[in-house]
């Protein structure tokens, strides 16, 4: 369309890419902050070949927001024709969160966004949205919410108090597609959570409850109980 672009990341493989030509798009976070009431704003755009399955996207563990957004067409992730994988995303102030636009073809998993717009492929599953707009699958979750670490500052990653995506994910250690084990800090990912944050898991004891070293055997640290 006529109105101007704003991009964080624009991938165009729809322009002579070779055939089998795979682009990767992981552990970044990205933030839009400008009024921008008649831009198309996009932190992920991704364009391929329509006509060639062969020419694939990958985007992972990756956190997009808009901390200044006056956009009615704000996407954290447009996948544009072609073929298109999107796993353990968190994606955040998006009037058009994730979206998989024309003639693309969208496996969707693990992801948190504002919304899903489009139409995404059957193998999708594991996504939150904070809309009843999701991809499908069995074990998507719509009209939830998610508590981030703070998100009014947008430090978006997740709180070990979130009940909605902790553990909440589907294991993509040995996916067909795209098999990772890590999130966007380089955590080993143990109990897999929706988005690109692997929350750390809380420790909760009912013996000195604000220590923040070790209980050990010792003396001076004997416990009497009568």
């Known amino acids: 369309d006529a109105s101007p672009y704003l991009n964080n990341v624009h991938i165009d493989l729809s322009l002579g ?27 992920i755009l991704a364009q391929n070949d329509a006509s060639n399955s062969n020419i694939k996207n990958y985007i992972i563990n990756n956190i997009t927001y808009f ?3 006056n956009s009615s067409n704000g996407h954290g992730i447009r996948a544009h024709e072609g073929m298109h994988y999107i796993s353990n995303n968190t994606v955040h102030g998006a009037s058009m969160g994730i979206n998989c636009y024309a003639e693309g ?4 998993k693990n992801n948190i966004a504002q919304k899903f717009s489009g139409t995404y492929d059957a ?47 589907g294991d993509l250690s040995a996916d067909v597609n795209f098999a990772f084990s890590q999130d966007i800090l380089g955590k080993t990912r143990v109990t897999w959570d929706r988005g690109a944050h692997q929350a750390p898991i809380g420790i909760y004891r009912s013996v ?19």
């Open 123 to 169: 193998a999708s599953d594991y996504n939150l949205s904070f809309t009843t707009n999701l991809p499908g699958g069995t074990n998507d979750v719509g009209d939830s919410s998610v508590m981030f670490r703070n998100e009014a500052n947008f430090d978006l990653r997740l709180s070990p108090r979130d009940k909605n995506a902790r553990a909440k994910g």
């Open 17 to 43: 890419a070779v055939a089998g030509s795979e682009v990767v798009i992981s552990n970044n976070i990205m933030n839009i902050n400008k009024q921008a009431a008649n831009y198309n704003c996009y932190n």
């Open 67 to 69: 901390s200044n957004l």
């Open 105 to 108: 073809t969208c496996i969707a």
């Open 208 to 226: 000195g409850p604000t220590n923040t070293t070790s209980l050990q055997v010792g003396t001076g640290n004997d416990l009497t109980i009568s």
